[in-house]
């Protein structure tokens, strides 16, 4: 197979069993169980960017656990959660290539106001997480 196909599969596989949510409840998901769900196979359990599909990108993701040491030490809340939602583009991911979260939180919740209002909490859940997993 082909590095270009073996990527495109891999990541295929990572999404569809990272979405497969349905009508799931993830409501008493913690932001670590969220983050093991949903961004463990690109960025690792430990978000270090090695996960098990990161060998295939042709950018590697990039290393969660830095991401207030690569600003200036202050760790960017609405930044991550404009990127995890979707509304931003961090320039490693190139045309996309990260999921958007937001959009799938969405549809495993609804559009209701009570399910954006779900899809946004979860999403400040992983902000939250990620925020608790920087290095010194």
């Known amino acids: 197979m ?15 069993a990272a979405t497969a949510v349905g009508a799931q409840d ?10 093991t769900r949903y961004c463990a196979s690109c ?5 270090e960017g090695d996960g098990p ?8 993701p990039p290393d969660l656990t830095r991401i207030a040491a690569r600003h200036g030490g202050r760790f960017p809340d609405d930044k991550m959660r404009a990127i995890v939602d979707g509304r931003e583009n961090p320039a490693p991911h190139g045309k996309r290539e990260m999921p958007v979260w937001g959009l799938e ?4 919740e ?8 779900r899809a946004q909490a979860h999403i ?8 608790s997993i920087q290095s010194p």
């Open 105 to 108: 939180f969405l549809f495993a």
């Open 2 to 16: 082909s590095t270009k196909l073996s990527t495109i599969a891999a990541a295929l596989l990572a999404f569809a």
């Open 26 to 35: 993830l409501s008493s998901y913690s932001g670590a169980q969220l983050f």
């Open 53 to 60: 599909v990161a060998p295939f990108f042709k950018l590697a």
């Open 110 to 117: 609804g559009t209701s106001p009570e399910g954006q209002a």
């Open 43 to 47: 960025h690792g359990t430990g978000g």
């Open 124 to 131: 400040a859940r992983l902000v939250e997480y990620l925020r």
